[in-house]
Every structure is written in C-alpha cells, then in structure tokens.
C-alpha cells in the first residue's frame, strides 16, 4: 500500500446499524454492501456474527457477493465469537477477523474486573486464535482514548508479536481533543516496536462533535486508515462521518493523503443509507444534507451566481449533486429572483425586476420558500406583466 493512500475501513453496516430502531434485513444489508463495494471502501465491516444468527446470515451473504473489497466480522476476544466468525467470512474473497478488548483503567478495573497483564495475554491469545483462520487480523483496543499510551504501546507490540496487521485505536466514548488524539497516534507511531509491520487505524465517535477531526488529525499523524460510516451514523451520536473524511482530504491535496472512494456516489449512497435504515439525515448535513450547497441569503446568492466558488469550496457534481439551489426567501435579493425567473423563460429588463421585486417582497413575507409557481404569480400580478408577455 503507498504511503499516502488512507485506507477507508466502512461500519456502517455493523456499527452504523446499532441505531436504535435501524434493524436491517439481510437483502437491505446486501444492496448496500454493493454500493459500498461500488464506491470503493477498502473494507466493509459486515457485522458482528456471533452477535445473532440473522447477524452471522448476513455476513455470510455480504462475503459471498463483495467483488473488492476486505469483509470484516467484528468479535470480542472470545474463543467462540471468533471461530463463528471464520465461518461466517469462508466465502469472503478478502476476510478479515476484528477482535480486541478494552484497554483503559476503567475497562480494566470496572468491566473486566483484571489488571493490564491480563488484558495483555488476553489480547494476544485472541489475535493468535484469530491468526490460525485468517491472514488479516485486525485488534481494537476499546476506549484507547482514555488509555495510557505507554501502556497502549505495550499491549500494540504484543499483538503485532502476535500477527496483528491493523492496529485499531479507538475513541470510544468521543472525548479526546483533536490535538490529544492526534498526538496518541504519533506516539505508538515512534514508540511501539514493530509498528511498520501493521496499520494504525482512526475509530472515533461524534459524542462531542469531533469525530472527523480527530480522524484527520490522526491520518496526519501516521494513522492509514478511518473507520467510518454514511451520514455518521452509529452509536449514541454517531461515529466518523465517511463523506466527511473523504472530502477533507479531496479539498486539500497538499496534506498529500488520498483514498479510492468514487465521490460521485456519496450523495445517492447517502439517500440509499437514510431510506433503508429509516432515519433522517438533518438539512445542514455537511456534504450530504438537503441545504449543504443550498443557499437563501441575498449576499451569498449573489456571489454564486457570479462565480459559483465565493461561497462554496466543492463542486456539487464532484459528490453526486446536480447543481447548487438558489433558494427564494425574504431574505433573497434581486440577482437571485432575476436569476430563477430566467429559468422558467422570464428574461427581464432592470426596471421590470425593480417593480416585481418589491410585490416578491410582499408575498415572500408571508410564505417562507418562494417555488417556481409562486414567481409566475408574482410575475403575473405585476404592473409590467402585459410587457414582459408582448416581449
């Protein structure tokens, strides 16, 4: 893998689908680990097959139709949960088996009730066990973010020993500063022996609203790969946003990181995601969302329709969106009433927009988004419609 390509590690279908309410069937889960196979994830993680047997159906259908991608199963660092997920990655062409534990004090003293040699051995007997089904074993170390780093290091160098090829060091509960998160990855980057035998991998929740932040901070520091899901989606709220990361790093090459995702399909991928799993995707979405290349204030839809780069930074097509929206509110100006009358067939003079501007005004105070039929009525009702007609 080059150095500079980030590995884009897709859970929406396992950790995405721990939404509340979010049950997928498994024909669901097949249409979208197509599309997800299509738009060019390195790795789709399919679910957590010991986890039900409608989970193990799934995973098991998913790595029998992913033409590219790595299949992933999640597991905890049990015997059991790993050998059922083997057998449910057998007809994946790329499988690999995820499985780890948590490495904080808190997990250590309050969930597992152990101490850090403990978690240490346990670690390495389930990266081992996993080994001898699978080449690729990726080991997560839960709430890594809260974890000490010089033992985060310790337990990072006993799995490589152990065949680890991905290092997953998440965030778990979304606590750490991007600084703080980006500095740990730099840290097992020069400190954990044997680093360059495995990928350090960004898992970071948006409980704080930091998510995408973090991830990119950390990728800047060494991390090659983002675990991610379409829209954000996934536990309490959210996870790293897929389409964010991927733009992030698209708008600024000079960071000279680069995935193989097909930007083009983020925006039908999104919708697909959001109709299947039922939950809506809010308007001002970054990338996504309804009004994330929508605009209503007079100054900025001027602006656009001078040069469509004073107030946005992507181009629309590039994430699968037809064209910006001019969007006709109270607080629209001229150049954009002028602007949408001309594309339903009205060409008018400065004098004529003066005079229906002001009947817009009137009829866009009580009305909060003005449609094409609304401006034919204004156009119609006004005082020089007998002209623009005979024009």
Not at 5 to 31: A, H, M, S, W, Y
Not at 157 to 167: N, P, Q, S
Request: charged residues 25%; negative net charge.
């Amino acid at each position: 893998m080059s150095n500079n390509n980030v590995q884009i590690f897709d859970t929406t279908l396992r950790d995405g689908e721990q939404v509340p309410g979010c049950k997928l069937n498994t024909e669901q889960k097949l249409i979208i680990a197509e599309q997800l196979d299509t738009l060019g994830v390195d790795i789709i993680e399919a679910g957590f097959p010991v986890s039900s047997p409608g989970d193990f159906k799934s995973v098991e259908a998913i790595s029998k139709i992913v033409k590219h991608a790595t299949v992933c199963g999640l597991t905890r660092s049990v015997e059991n949960d790993i050998k059922v997920a083997a057998e449910a990655l057998k007809y994946a062409k790329t499988p690999r088996i995820h499985t780890g534990i948590g490495t904080s004090d808190s997990h250590i003293k309050f969930k597992f009730k152990s101490t850090q040699e403990d978690i240490i051995e346990r670690a390495v007997k389930a990266v081992s066990y996993s080994k001898s089904f699978v080449e690729d074993v990726e080991f997560y170390a839960e709430d890594a973010g809260r974890t000490d780093n010089e033992y985060l290091a310790r337990v990072c160098e006993a799995v490589i020993k152990a065949g680890a090829t991905v290092l997953n060091i998440p965030d778990t509960t979304g606590y750490c500063l991007p600084h703080e998160y980006g500095a740990k990855i730099k840290y097992l980057k020069e400190n954990v022996k044997g680093i360059d035998k495995a990928i350090l991998s960004c898992h970071c929740h948006n409980d704080l609203g930091l998510a995408t932040a973090n991830s990119i901070e950390g990728v800047i520091n060494g991390a090659r790969q983002i675990e991610c899901t379409i829209n954000g989606i996934g536990e309490r709220a959210g996870n790293t946003a897929l389409e964010e990361v991927v733009m992030i790093l698209k708008q600024h090459p000079y960071l000279n990181l680069d995935t193989g995702i097909q930007t083009e399909m983020l925006y039908g991928i999104s919708q697909l995601v959001s109709d299947n799993m039922g939950i809506y995707t809010q308007p001002n979405k970054a990338i996504v969302g309804a009004n994330a290349f929508a605009h209503s204030s007079g100054i900025h839809q001027d602006g656009v329709i001078k040069n469509r780069e004073t107030y946005e930074i992507i181009d629309p097509k590039d994430v699968g969106v037809t064209e910006s929206a001019i969007v006709l509110t109270a607080r629209s100006g001229r150049a954009a009433l002028a602007y949408r009358a001309k594309n339903i067939g009205y060409e008018l003079t400065k004098l004529q927009l003066d005079e229906i501007y002001v009947n817009f005004l009137n009829f866009a105070d009580k009305k909060k988004e003005i449609d094409d039929n609304d401006i034919h009525q204004i156009i119609e009702k006004s005082k020089v419609y007998k002209e623009i007609a005979s024009a």
